[in-house]
């Protein structure tokens, strides 16, 4: 099993930055893919930033070029720089783990709540 626990939510004006962080725990690998989905009050969850181990990362075009996802295998973390926040980034913001190179995600954390002001 893994564990996953995000920390660095918060509330911050719009155009402000916010860092998040996941810690994983428990039968982790670093060739799992990892990555930060949202989910905003009313909408789906969606896929906001996927890492892979060989360095390999996906950005969704409502964020490109104002996010950035890092990944510390060593001390198993990932994170999730957010920059020129925007209201509509409002959302709970999840940590998502894949033990393969596609499809589903198999472990999540529990969210951490971004909040962005006008």
């Known amino acids: 099993q893994v564990q996953l626990v995000e920390s660095g939510g918060g509330l911050v004006q719009a155009g402000g930055s916010l860092r998040l962080s996941c810690a994983a725990s428990?039968?982790?690998?670093?060739?799992?893919?990892m990555a930060w989905f949202r989910q905003a009050p009313g909408k789906e969850r969606e896929s906001v930033s996927i890492?892979?181990?060989?360095?390999?990362?996906w950005y969704a075009a409502s964020v490109k070029g104002r996010f950035t996802i890092s990944r510390d295998n060593a001390k198993r973390t990932v994170t999730l720089q957010m920059n020129s926040l925007k209201p509509e980034d409002t959302a709970v913001y999840y940590c998502?783990?894949?033990?393969?190179?596609?499809?589903?995600?198999?472990?999540w954390g529990q969210g951490t709540q971004v909040t962005v002001s006008s």
């Open positions: 428990g039968r982790t690998s670093s060739n799992y893919r």
């Open positions: 998502a783990a894949g033990t393969s190179s596609a499809g589903k995600f198999d472990y």
């Open positions: 890492s892979w181990n060989s360095g390999l990362a």
